[in-house]
C-alpha cells in the first residue's frame, strides 16, 4: 500500500470526503499539541504506532522511529521504564534531529512514574500514564468495602504525585495523553465498578479533574481493551460523560493486543473503524503482533475506506462472475502496479458492462470489459476510447497523463 511519506498537518473540513454529498461528521474536540502535529480540533486524524527496540539502544531506536517516520507514523511512542531510559531519549531525540528531522515523540510511563516522567518531559513532546499503575495500590484479599476515607487518602497520593508532571507539561505547552487500559485498572476502581467500561471512564475522569484543576488541557484520552465490544462501549461512555461535564478532549483510539494477522487486523478495524463512523477518535494505533511498520498500512487503510484521509489510490473493482470478460484479479493486479503511486485518484476495474459504468460512476477513471478481447475506457461516465485488451494499461495510463494527473513513481 501507497502511504504519503510525509502527511501534512494542515486542518481539513470535520466532513470529508469531498467527493460525496454525505461524510462522517467528527465530533468536535479540543486541539491538542504533539510536536508539530496537532491532535483533534479539524486537524486530520493522526496515525500513531510505537518502536519494540530497547530505548536504552539508542542507535536501534533512532532508526526506528525514523522508519515509521518515514512511511507515515505521525507520531511515535517509546516505552519509559526507567530513569536510564528516560535519560536515554534525550539523545535519541537530539539525533533525530541532527540526522533526520524532529520527529513528534510520546513517552511511555507506567509503574509508579512519577521521577521517570518529570525526567523524560524533558525530552519528549507527549507523555503517555496509565492511571491504574501510576500509584501502586495494594490490593487487599479480605476487603468489604472502600471507606470515603480511603478514596480521600489515595486521592490526595494520585494528585500529589501527578501535579509536578502537569505543570512541568503545561509550562512547556507540551501534551498528556491519559490512557486507560481495561487490563490494567486501580484496584478502587475495579472494586467499585468492576471490570467494567465504567470504572475506565471514572478512572480517566479522576485524572482529568486534576489536570484542569492545575489549567491543564492538553489532554487526549485513550479507553482501550483487547474486547472489541469492551472498547467501543468505553469510548461511547467517554464521550457520553465529556459531554454531560462539557469537556471536548481528543480521543486515541485502538484495540490493544488485537494479535497478529488477519484477525488482529479485522479486531482493530471492527474497533477503530466502528467508531470513527460515528465521528469519535482524532488518532488512532493499530496494536499488532507484528514489526511496527506493518500497522501503518491498516491505519491508512481504515482512514481511507471511511474517506477520512486520502493517502493512497481508491480502487473500484467488482468481485468477478460468469459475465466477466477477462480475468480481473490479472488485470487489477496490473492496474494497481501501474498507478498505485497516484495518490487521490479513484480508478474503477469493471469485468462487464452490467457493473460498469454505473456502478463506479464515482471514479476518476474506469477500465471495463464491453466485449471480448477490447477494454473500454472511460474519465468518470464518459466513455472516451476502446482499445485492445493487451494495450488497456498502457492507453489508462496516456489518458491519465493526457489529463494532466500523473506523476512518475
Known sequence: MQTLPNPVNAPIAPSAPADANVGIVRRKTRPVPVGDITIGGDYPVAVQSMINEDTLDIEGSVAAIRRLHEIGCEIVRVTVPSMAHAKAMEEIRDRLYKSYKPVPLVADVHHNGMKIALEVANYVDNVRINPGLYVFEKPKSDR???????FTEIGEKIRETLEPLVVKLRDQNKSMRIGVNHGSLAERMLFTYGDTPEGMVESALEFIRICESLDFYNIELSL???????????????????DELGMDYPLHLGVTEAGDGEYGRIKSTAGIG???????GDTIRVSLTE???KEIPVCYGILQALGLRRTMVEYVACPSCGRTLFNLEEVLAKVRAATHHLT??????MGCIVNGPGEMADADYGYVGKQAGYISLYRGREEIKRVPEDQGV???INLIKADGRWVEP
Open 144 to 150: 468489604t468495602e472502600y471507606t470515603s476515607a480511603e
Open 224 to 242: 482501550k481493551a483487547s474486547r472489541v465490544p469492551v472498547m467501543i462501549a468505553a469510548n461511547r461512555l467517554m464521550v457520553k460523560r465529556m
Open 274 to 280: 466502528t467508531l470513527l463512523a460515528e465521528g469519535i
Open 291 to 293: 514489526a511496527p511498520e
Open 344 to 349: 487521490g485518484l479513484n480508478i474503477a476495474v
Open 394 to 396: 498502457q492507453e489508462l
